[in-house]
């Protein structure tokens, strides 16, 4: 699978939109961008994934480059309870679909 | 989106014994989970895949006969720690999806299960 890139760490104040970059531009064809997060002591929360159309549901928006190299993750209205670690994972969706995490970004909502 | 469970949400235990820890997926058949394991202000590090009815397919460097998986059905998966030590102390969290017509769908993660050896 691809690798991904993101910012180690990123601060947004509540009620602002929180755009999160992700990198990856050795992203195959057939692979899918998929977005976790993980607040504190829990486990990872899917969040949304696209392959190369932008995405919207109730969570957030994914907005991916024509070129498929990059992505963001648009949290648009942040709260408190967004602080939490973001991970931009691309993936095949065909035989194991494995996920493979990297360091993610921090990002930490202050009031 | 689908619920995964785990149990128990945390465990101490002796070290030289053996520890269980359960997967559920409540509301779909999962086909497919996962076990992956975190330790502190480090990312996940995935530990083996299993197949329901097969054997698990396990990561380079993870043992087999110290982390033994059981994916009996299509809505339980175990994990079982073997003879745990200090070292095993760690964030354990599963999670499941459903392989449809070779597609393997979107995964979701339990809660994850705190272990702690002494």
């Known amino acids: 699978d691809a690798k991904t890139t993101q910012p180690t760490s990123m601060d947004c104040a509540e009620g602002r939109a929180a755009n999160l970059p992700c990198n990856h531009s050795?992203?195959?064809?057939?692979?899918?961008v998929y977005w976790y997060r993980q607040i504190h002591s829990q486990g990872p929360q899917y969040i949304i994934h696209?392959?190369?159309n932008n995405e919207t549901n109730e969570m957030a928006s994914l907005i991916i480059t024509e070129d498929r190299k990059s992505s963001t993750l648009i949290l648009p209205h942040a709260t408190l309870r967004d602080t939490a670690v973001y991970y931009c994972?691309?993936?095949?969706?065909?035989?194991?679909?494995?996920?493979?995490f990297g360091a993610g970004t921090q990002v930490v909502v202050t009031p | 989106g689908a619920v995964v469970s785990q149990h128990p949400s945390w465990v101490i235990c002796k070290s030289g014994t053996s520890v269980k820890i359960e997967c559920r997926s409540l509301?779909?058949?999962?086909?497919?989970m996962f076990w992956y394991r975190q330790f502190p202000k480090q990312s996940l590090m995935l530990m083996a895949t299993?197949?329901?009815?097969?054997?698990?397919?396990?990561e380079q460097g993870v043992e087999k006969d110290k982390f033994l998986i059981n994916h009996a059905s299509l809505t339980l998966s175990t994990l079982t720690v073997t003879s745990a030590h200090p070292e095993d102390s760690s964030f354990y969290i599963c999670?499941?999806?459903?392989?449809?017509?070779?597609?393997?769908?979107?995964?979701?993660f339990g809660p994850g299960t705190r272990l702690l050896v002494l």
């Open positions: 999670s499941a999806s459903n392989l449809l017509a070779g597609v393997q769908e979107t995964q979701y």
């Open positions: 050795t992203i195959s064809g057939n692979e899918y």
């Open positions: 696209g392959l190369k």
């Open positions: 994972i691309v993936r095949v969706e065909y035989r194991w679909g494995k996920l493979q």
């Open positions: 509301d779909f058949q999962a086909t497919t």
């Open positions: 299993s197949n329901e009815g097969s054997k698990a397919t396990y």
